[in-house]
């Protein structure tokens, strides 16, 4: 495959992952089998993926904030549990066995194929949360290892925490989500860089794709276009966990 087609099919990928995460969730389940289908080990796939994720998030950041949606006093409260479970799963996802990875992965795009066909439950007008701190701060612990180690599909998790925990509306939720992705990716993209895990040429690429489609995520509103996402997102990755999965 031509380098240059390479790149235009990362940008593709990237501004369609940029797009999804913001709305939703599961923009990785596309960008990081890419890499890995491109030649890409694992570990390298993993944190070329993270360059991207970071620039997008900071983009979406931004673009919420000048949408007048903005609150980084909570955001800073709940990511900062988040970090030690991120580093965490960091250090785990650059010494994991690369096969052992490509099949943790086909599961984890299963199911979360699975979440994606399940209904959502609304949250009600004005309803008051009452969290146990303790339980949040676990969840966020947990959240930020999964997000250190894997990425993909972490969105959805953190959307589950901040809508049915904190009874948060739809778009305060991707407002917190993408300060809390950027805020634990940062030290996972440092512990990929350190250990030479991240391709500039690749990772660059994708990134002004996911930073542009990040951009135009927070523009359009997360209410609209849930229903072609999920139909789109649920046949790429079956066939994505399909051929992880050894299944074709």
């Known amino acids: 495959m031509p380098e240059l087609f390479k790149l235009i099919l990362l940008f593709a990928a990237g501004l369609a992952a940029g797009f999804i995460n913001v709305m ?5 389940s596309i960008t990081l089998p890419l890499l890995i289908f491109m030649g890409l080990d694992s570990s390298l796939a993993n944190g070329t993926n993270r360059l991207a994720v970071f620039i997008q998030n900071i983009t979406a950041v931004i673009a919420f904030r000048r949408e007048k949606y903005s ?19 960091a250090i785990v996802a650059v010494r994991i066995e690369n096969d052992l990875f490509q099949k943790i992965l086909g599961v984890v795009m299963i199911g979360i194929m699975i979440t994606i066909l399940l209904p959502k439950k609304s949250v009600a007008a004005g309803e008051k949360a009452h969290p146990n701190p303790w339980l949040v701060a676990l969840a966020m612990l947990g959240t930020g290892f999964y997000g250190g180690f894997l990425q993909i599909g972490v969105g959805f998790i953190m959307m589950a925490i901040l809508q049915n925990m904190l009874k948060l509306d739809l778009i305060r939720v991707n407002m917190h989500k993408v300060f809390i992705v950027f805020f634990f990716t940062l ?5 990929f860089i350190f250990t030479g895990n991240v391709n ?3 990772g660059l690429a994708l990134a002004g794709g996911n930073a542009l489609g990040a951009w135009w995520g927070v523009k359009i509103a997360v209410k609209k276009g849930e229903k072609v996402i999920r139909i789109v997102l649920t046949i790429a990755i079956f066939i994505m966990a399909a051929k992880l999965l050894g299944v074709f």
């Open 71 to 89: 609150d980084f006093k909570t955001g800073l409260k709940l990511a900062a549990f988040t970090l030690p479970g991120a580093i965490i799963g």
């Open 24 to 28: 939703a969730g599961g923009g990785s």
């Open 187 to 191: 030290p996972a993209l440092l512990i």
């Open 200 to 202: 500039w040429f690749y």
